[in-house]
């Protein structure tokens, strides 16, 4: 065995290595304040590694390919975090930061928690609270990113898992999309990352249009409305982290009157909760050059969403990806841009909404056990006799196990007149129903 004496260090050499702490101290705390949430209580940064910061691709790639699940309108992309199993994560292009909606997934003593904080989101429920987590390393594909501030919640408020109707963990997106050119080829079901320099843009690739980035949340001018017998020039947030194809807020200084025929829905959850509000069609928007008609657009109720957003005179509603996957769209944070490509097949496609009135919910080890959580007054269901609680054991020929939730919403939108089967089962007794679909918008 070699064997050394070692010297002390001298005062200049001391003076040095502690400047160094400093400016390391100094840079986390940076690091820590980009969290756009309010921190309620907090506690001094453990010691950070070595290893390379940010994000970045595998052998210096400069692009990669990942392939994501679309289901029920959402992007799923599976992802490791701190080398656990791989989870499924919705990419939103809405949220800051890497949240993790169910905290059963990971273990706690293998977490280095920070402070805890308060989230406010759209919803008509309270503030929720998560926890901060620092020095996570992430992996997707052969994307890596080392060193990243996580959220926690400190328990699984949204239950995202029960309306997708697959497990989900988490949302993420603002990292994804500021470190890379990102490319969305909802045709092929995959996400392309271009390293900033390596993409450039041509015609063939679609049309250009401006986007601005403002609190990590993409918009764009490129949308004019048409109803309510006006025309009039919105500014839109491109929200990949919404199902829906066109919500429209009315802001302090503009009130949209509604279409003639709606319905009042639950349009979706936020981080606060439930939010209601009116479904109805619009007219037309314009899109860049592309014309699109007769939109299903949600209209939210103003204590659930208008009323929670920062700076929402400035943003007249956000187009989701019923409309976005009829494109193909890149994203380009840094030169402030988005291209869009139309996907032909998709754009013949017509805008459909629920037409039995009522709302499934999935549970079960497995989620395949279907629920009826709502239905709406004078609707199919309601006709059908079905009540909330009730189990769907059959869709027609089809078990409920061999199906999934999104296959569900399909055959709930298949057509005006048509009658779907249920096997249904209430109090353990089972019996069968007949429902008559109707377009209620």
Known sequence: MWGFVEKPPHD??????????????????ILLGTLSFRALASETSPKVSEEKYGYFLEKDR??????????????????????????????DTGVSSIIVTDPEILKPDRLQLTRTVSLAGAGEGERISAHVAIDNNIVMGKL????????????????????VGVPIHGIFGYDIFNNFVVTI?????????????????KRSKGEKYPLIVENTKPFTDAVT????????????????????????????????????????AQLGRGLNGVINGNLGRVERIR??????????????????????????????????????????????????????????????????????????????????????????KNSPASSAGLQPGDQILFFDDHSASDI??????????????????????????????????????
């Open 225 to 264: 409305l048409f109803a309510d017998g006006r025309e009039r020039p919105i500014r839109v947030l491109i929200d990949t982290g919404a199902g829906h194809a066109l919500l429209v807020n009315n802001s302090p200084n503009e009130t949209l009157r509604l279409p003639d025929k709606v319905i009042r």
């Open 287 to 376: 899109l860049g050059k592309y014309e699109i008609d007769n939109i299903v657009a949600s209209f939210p109720d103003s204590v659930a969403f208008a009323s929670k957003l920062h700076n929402s005179a400035d943003r007249q509603g956000n187009i989701g990806c019923e409309l976005l996957r009829r494109f193909k769209i890149t994203m380009n944070y840094k030169e402030g841009y988005m291209v869009l490509k139309p996907i032909r097949s998709k754009m013949k496609e017509k805008f459909e909404h629920d037409m039995s009135g009522m709302e499934i919910v999935a549970e079960g080890s497995k989620l395949r056990n279907y629920y009826v959580h709502h239905v709406a």
């Open 185 to 201: 080829d909802f045709a092929k079901r995959e996400l392309l990352l271009t390293q900033h320099g390596h993409y450039k843009y």
């Open 144 to 163: 890596r990113g080392n060193h990243q501030n996580i959220v926690v919640l400190e328990q699984d408020f949204l239950r995202l898992s029960e309306y």
């Open 404 to 441: 999934n939730i999104s296959e569900i919403y399909k055959l709930m939108q298949r057509g005006d007149g048509r009658s779907i089967d249920l096997l249904v089962k209430r109090n353990g007794d089972i019996f069968f129903t007949r429902m008559t679909l109707k377009r209620m918008i």
């Open 62 to 91: 400069k692009q990669v390919r990942i392939p994501f699940e679309l289901h029920s309108n959402l992007i799923l992309l599976y992802l490791k975090i701190n080398n656990t199993d791989s989870l499924r994560f919705i990419l």
């Open 12 to 29: 200049k050499y001391l003076r040095k290595q502690n400047a160094m702490r400093t400016y390391l101290r100094f840079w986390l705390a």
